[in-house]
Each structure stands twice: as C-alpha cells, then as structure tokens.
C-alpha cells in the first residue's frame, strides 16, 4: 500500500484546547488538501485521528515543541530561528520541561512508528511565522495572532491569500479537494471570539501540512532543520523550508495579495 497521507497539526498549548488539523495526500509533485479541521480537536483525539491513516501514513508535520531538555527553558534551535529570522519580527517562546506536546509526540511516535526528520514516516516540528515568511518571500511575519478583531482578521485574509496562490507553486503546487474547500471561503469578516482563533489554527495547520508537503518531496534541498543537527535531535529542532514558492513564479518580491 502507498504511503502518502500527510497530516498538518497546529497543536494547542494546553491538551484541553482545540487544535487545527489538516489532512492531504501527497501525489508526485501535487500536494492535495482533503479536510481542514479546526472545532473539538483537543490533545486526546488526535491519536484516533491520525491512527485512521496509519496504513497510508507518510508523515506528520506539528507547530508545537515536540523534542524538550528535562531542564526545560530556551533550546539552541529556538535560539537559532529566534536569531535568524529577527528582522522578519520573528522569535521563539522557551518550551516548558513538562510540555504535553511532548509527551504526545513520543505517543504518535511509538504507537505509528514515525521518526524525528525521517525520509519517510516522519513526525516533524514546524513553525508556522518562519515558514510563512520564506516560503511567500515576505518581508516580516504577517500579523494574525495578536492585536485588535479587525487587524487579525486583516491578517487572516492575507494569509489565506497566499496559501491560495500555492497552486501555482513551481515547487509543490497545492490543491483543495472535497470537504476542504468550503474552509477557504469562509467569511472571515464574521469570525470572532473562539471562531476566529479556530480559524487562525485551521490556516496554521495548512502551512504545517504544506512544510511536510515540501520535506516529502525532497527534504534535503527544501528545508532546512534549524538546531545541533540531525544526529543531535533529542535536544530539538525546527524544520524551515528554503525556497520561495511562490515569489519565484511572479519574478518579483510579493506582494500583499489582495
């Protein structure tokens, strides 16, 4: 049986809280998008959810401090992307020692058979600002995460744009099958409160999805993972795409879709 379902998971900090979750198949060079979830996915589901794609499992890509030092605090990949990606206005929070993102990971690992930065059957630590950045060519993270109703919703909507310009990527284009479209045409204008923090994980996990999209494909030349290096794991890592994929295809530095 091919494996070849990748799964996007934007997970929450706390395991009582909803987490976003979006589910695709990888074919060749085409990353399709089956199911965005963003209502009622709290630390305890996800294992029966990702369970049900065990057979066809390739990997799972997670914004979410997935490898933490018993001590707990600033690991050296945080410090790293925090470093790096400053002038973008992008920086890492320091990960507790008893993250539940962790414990939820050595679960997926052992109970799917996945391995940190693998080829193949995969789990992958992520992280949404830094890929957004790179993978549109922007010139500092996006703002929706933070501020007043209407400047997150303003946020969102651009996001979103872009993450629908991927299906012109050169690198991987991206598609929307089925039940995933109707997430794309919601009225963001609507959203507040806990509805729009939902849909801020939904879009989230679509970037994790795509990030394990681009490591599916070709790893070594897409990303790049951010920490002590690959035999040095345990103290963590952040995987980063390299390219521009969607910069590239217009010939210039994007802009802000409208």
Same mark, same amino acid.
């Given at each position: 049986m091919m494996r070849n379902k990748l799964i996007g998971i934007d997970l929450s900090w706390k395991s009582c809280n909803n987490s976003g979750i979006a589910i695709g198949t990888i074919d060749g060079k085409r990353l399709s998008v089956e199911s965005? +979830?963003?209502? +009622?996915?709290?630390?305890?589901?996800?294992? %029966?959810?990702?369970?049900?794609? @065990?057979?066809?499992?390739?990997?799972? !890509?997670?914004?979410?401090?997935?490898?933490?030092?018993?001590?707990?605090?600033?690991?050296? =990949?945080?410090?790293?992307? +925090?470093?790096?990606?400053?002038? @973008? @206005?992008?920086? =890492?929070?320091?990960?507790?020692?008893? +993250? =539940? #993102? @962790?414990? *939820? !990971? !050595?679960? *997926?690992? %052992?109970? *799917?058979?996945?391995?940190? !930065? #693998?080829?193949?059957?995969?789990?992958?630590?992520?992280?949404?600002?830094p890929a957004i950045v790179t993978v549109f060519d922007l010139p500092e993270r996006i703002r929706y995460k933070k501020g007043r109703v209407d400047e997150r919703r303003s946020g969102l909507h651009t996001l979103r744009n872009w993450i629908r310009k991927l299906q012109f990527s050169h690198i991987l284009p991206l598609q929307f099958l089925g039940d995933s479209r109707p997430f794309l045409e919601m009225e963001i204008a609507e959203l507040k409160g806990q509805s729009l923090k939902n849909y801020e994980d939904g879009l989230d996990a679509l970037i994790c999805l795509y990030v394990g999209g681009l490591w599916a494909v070709d790893g070594k030349n897409n990303c790049m993972v951010h920490g002590l290096g690959l035999n040095n794991l345990e103290n963590g890592y952040i995987v980063v795409p390299k390219p521009c994929c969607v910069g590239r295809i217009e010939g210039s530095t994007p802009r802000d879709p409208t």
């Open positions: 965005v +979830s963003f209502e +009622s996915n709290t630390h305890e589901d996800i294992p %029966n959810i990702c369970r049900m794609h @065990k057979e066809t499992l390739l990997g799972i !890509a997670i914004d979410a401090p997935l490898l933490v030092p018993e001590k707990g605090g600033m690991r050296e =990949c945080d410090r790293i992307i +925090s470093r790096e990606f400053v002038n @973008k @206005k992008i920086g =890492c929070y320091p990960p507790p020692k008893d +993250s =539940c #993102a @962790k414990k *939820l !990971a !050595a679960h *997926l690992e %052992n109970d *799917l058979g996945l391995g940190h !930065a #693998a080829p193949s059957r995969f789990i992958l630590e992520v992280f949404p600002h």
